[in-house]
């Protein structure tokens, strides 16, 4: 059957060959202190590109 994989050699394989490695985060979750400083910065940038367009209507 060609649709599947052959998986024969995954019983040969020898795991005691694979080097040892430390798995480092490098790429970190936000606090809630800096989404809320970023969800600030982009209303403000939403607010004044809506007041810039030139549909903008004043109430």
């Known amino acids: 059957m060609a649709d599947k994989p052959d998986i024969s050699e995954i019983s040969q394989f020898d795991k005691t060959k694979l080097k040892k490695t430390e798995t480092k985060e490098k790429n970190t979750l936000p606090t809630k202190e800096r989404q809320d400083v970023e969800n600030c ?19």
Not at 41 to 52: I, P, R, V
Request: proline share 5%.
């Open 41 to 59: 910065e982009m209303a403000g940038h939403f607010f004044k590109q809506k007041m810039a367009s030139p549909n903008h209507q004043s109430l």
